[in-house]
């Protein structure tokens, strides 16, 4: 197995071609991303057995030795990723007291209730598509799969409409693995700023938002998130809560679309619409790579071994295809598998908090596009579609179809 680490390509250009390289090398391969190293993990079985286990933390400051001895410092792109103060990188005992304080926002109830609000939003969504001339091609990923998802999340963060486009833009730059060092420090000074803005005007006019939820939840011992752990938990919402979410949308259409027998399956009751939400998070996860995680003691897999303080990456899109799990047709698109196992949530404590609201705005959103435009297709050849940039984000930049007969 070579030890010589594969550059990933920046601009996410051919992801799964690039996962399939670096399977080549073994289930755990070094990879390097924008000069760093990291042991990316494509077997699906062993990647779960890591997120779950508690020799592998989240949290840069505590284990991470290239973080904590200075190597890596805010000049590095993917610094935001790492240095945040919240659920996402935290570690044991504080990762469950943050998630503690942090899930009565995303409880059943709140996220059933939104049903009829994403039913409202859709059905705006597609009498506007509807209005597009005969002969002219509307872009899906801007027109739908992207405002179904971060309009929800915004209403659920209680975010004011004329702050939208400024955070909008902001988690486009930050899930961007080419911007520059610079660019993507000002990134996130500019979005930290805008969700403080949001805090200070929610501790001002309270609702029933997540914003306001958090800023009033105590734990059991009355102990607060501090203002760095509340500004940097709805970073992540917002991040996470919109940026899947738009992937899983466009994912589905682009392989429904190109697979027109699959597409038939469902509409002839052969296969439902929780078999391709399922099938489409595991044939292309919505995040492809997912940096990073970190060895808290040496680790010995499959004659590797991860030393105390080293970088694992987490390679979602990969082991969704793994063929240890799948098979000889897990690199095919087919809802009808019976076996549509994933990691497109994560696994373990990490496992996402709103995945259940991802999966309810899919399985709203979807049926009521292909039942309101049957005649639905693609107004180039798909093969021409450029995927977004960056290898964590993973999905098309437009999807231009027509919608008319």
């Not at 496992?351 to 009521?368: D, K, N, Q």
Request: aromatic share 6%; charged share 25%.
């Amino acid at each position: 197995m070579s030890l010589q680490p594969l550059a990933l390509d920046l601009t996410g250009i051919d992801i799964q071609g690039e996962n399939e390289r670096i399977r080549a090398r073994g289930p755990v391969a070094l990879v390097e991303l924008m000069g760093v190293p990291a042991w990316s993990v494509t077997d699906a079985d062993l990647l779960k057995r890591l997120l779950a286990d508690p020799r592998v933390s989240k949290d840069a400051a505590q284990h991470w030795s290239s973080f904590s001895n200075g190597e890596i410092t805010a000049d590095w792109p993917l610094f935001a990723w790492v240095a945040v103060d919240n659920m996402f990188t935290a570690y044991g005992a504080d990762h469950r007291r943050l998630r503690k304080l942090v899930s009565p926002a995303f409880t059943h109830r709140r996220t059933a209730a939104l049903r009829p609000r994403i039913e409202e939003l859709v059905t705006t969504l597609l009498d506007e598509i509807a209005k597009t001339p005969d002969g002219e091609s509307v872009d899906l990923r801007e027109g739908f799969a992207y405002p179904v998802p971060i309009q929800v999340i915004c209403e659920l963060m209680g975010v004011p409409d004329e702050m939208e486009p400024a955070l909008r833009t902001c988690v486009a730059r930050f899930f961007d693995t080419e911007i520059t060092p610079e660019a993507a420090q000002a990134n996130y000074v500019e979005m930290f700023g805008l969700i403080g803005e949001l805090v200070a005007l929610r501790r001002d006019n309270p609702g029933d938002d997540i914003t306001s939820v958090l800023i009033s939840t105590r734990a059991e011992d009355g102990e607060r998130l501090t203002e760095k752990e509340l500004v940097d938990t709805l970073m992540l919402v917002i991040n996470a809560g919109h940026e899947t979410t738009v992937n899983l949308l466009d994912q589905a259409i682009f392989n429904l679309l190109t697979h027109p027998e699959q597409l038939a399956a469902v509409r002839e009751g052969r296969a439902t619409w929780e078999d391709v939400i399922e099938e489409t998070l595991r044939y292309e996860s919505p995040v492809a790579h997912l940096p990073l995680r970190y060895a808290v003691e040496d680790i010995e897999i499959e004659g590797i071994r991860i030393a105390k303080g080293e970088a694992i990456l987490a390679s979602y899109a990969a082991a969704g295809r793994d063929p240890e799990l799948h098979g000889p047709t897990a690199s095919t698109f087919d809802i009808t598998r019976i076996k549509k196992d994933h990691v497109a949530f994560g696994h373990g404590a990490h496992h996402c908090i709103g995945a259940p609201l991802a999966r309810l705005e899919a399985a709203i959103a979807l049926p009521a596009l292909f039942e309101r435009f049957p005649a639905l297709r693609f107004a180039v050849d798909p093969a021409e579609l450029r995927p977004v940039i960056g290898f964590i984000s993973n999905g098309h930049r437009e999807l231009p179809v027509h919608v008319g007969p």
